[in-house]
């Protein structure tokens, strides 16, 4: 691992934070087109999150910089999305609130372990699912903002069960790290 800022992955997880402005435009514009087009822009940045990782292992280029900005690309751009879509009536209130909240706790948990000197660890599996279900969720709110195919109840479940099980193993983590 290196100390490399800029880098081709960190660029790709720069990118990622840069995108929801044309998404959150295109979603706050009215058009019902619009949101084909923010659904588009939300699958590249769903692509650019796997390219990272994979650009980043292919050309030696993990940074301590990407370990932080990668996982921020993730929350900003899916709690920037939860919340104009709950602002427009399409995803419930307690859901944003799970996220955002979810994602602060996390967030709030890795600044004190910095604070304290401890080595940051890596996203888990579950975080990495739970990012995947939540995406997939937000991603068919937009597309389908009224749920006439009957698909968002069901991902809204699974993502209630991955923030509660995630945020369960990372709680599980943060304690074994302040206690040792």
Do not use: C, E
Not at 58 to 69: A, E, N, P, S
Not at 76 to 81: D, F, K, L, N, T
């Amino acid at each position: 691992m290196n100390d490399r800022i800029w880098t081709l992955s960190n660029g790709l997880s720069l990118l990622r934070i840069l995108l929801v402005v044309p998404v959150a435009f295109l979603l706050f514009s009215g058009n019902p087109d619009s949101r084909l087009y923010a659904a588009v822009l939300i699958a590249v940045g769903a692509f650019t999150d796997f390219l990272d990782g994979l650009v980043a292992r292919l050309k030696d280029q993990v940074t301590t910089f990407g370990m932080i900005i990668d996982p921020i690309a993730d929350k900003v751009g899916i709690g920037a999305v939860a919340i104009i879509l709950t602002v427009q009536g399409t995803l419930p209130v307690w859901f944003t609130a799970a996220v955002v909240g979810r994602d602060l706790a996390i967030l709030a948990a890795a600044a004190h372990l910095s604070r304290k000197g401890a080595v940051l660890p890596q996203s888990n599996q579950a975080g990495k699912w739970t990012a995947g279900v939540l995406g997939l969720t937000v991603f068919a709110a937009v597309l389908d903002p009224t749920d006439s195919g009957g698909i968002l109840f069901p991902l809204l479940v699974a993502s209630a069960a991955m923030i509660v099980l995630s945020f369960a193993l990372y709680a599980k983590r943060f304690f074994t790290l302040t206690t040792s």
